[in-house]
């Protein structure tokens, strides 16, 4: 089992940043792939961004390539979203999420979720 807590949310204007942390515990961060998901209101909750467990591989939804940078740092078990170029349509709570690795869809398929962060964008 492993706890997840997301912070760094807030209100920011349209084109601003945020970097959104996820703090894990109960294991150490790197036995776990780590993703981002995000659910905005009368939405579906859908993919972000994903890395694996030793940063090699990242993987993004295309409404944020270019703009997010999904990174991790297992010496201090917690995973960073980077937020660039925000957009009002970025406006969701986001969501970290964990798993131990298999073959299974990365872009879907997790075990572990944190609380939420609420990120506003206005225009």
């Known amino acids: 089992q492993v706890q997840l807590v997301e912070s760094g949310g807030g209100l920011v204007q349209a084109g601003g940043s945020l970097r959104l942390s996820c703090a894990a515990s109960g294991r150490t961060f790197s036995s776990y792939t780590m993703g981002w998901f995000r659910q905005a209101p009368g939405k579906e909750r859908e993919f972000v961004a994903a890395i694996t467990r030793n940063g090699a591989t990242t993987y993004y939804a295309d409404s944020v390539k270019g703009r997010f940078t999904i990174s991790r740092d297992n010496s201090q078990n917690t995973g960073h979203l980077q937020m660039n170029s925000l957009k009002p349509e970025d406006t969701a709570v986001y969501y970290c999420?964990?798993?131990?690795?298999?073959?299974?869809?990365?872009?879907?398929?997790?075990?572990?979720w944190g609380q939420g962060t609420q990120v506003t964008v206005s225009s």
């Open positions: 999420a964990a798993r131990s690795p298999a073959l299974r869809n990365i872009r879907t398929s997790y075990d572990y």
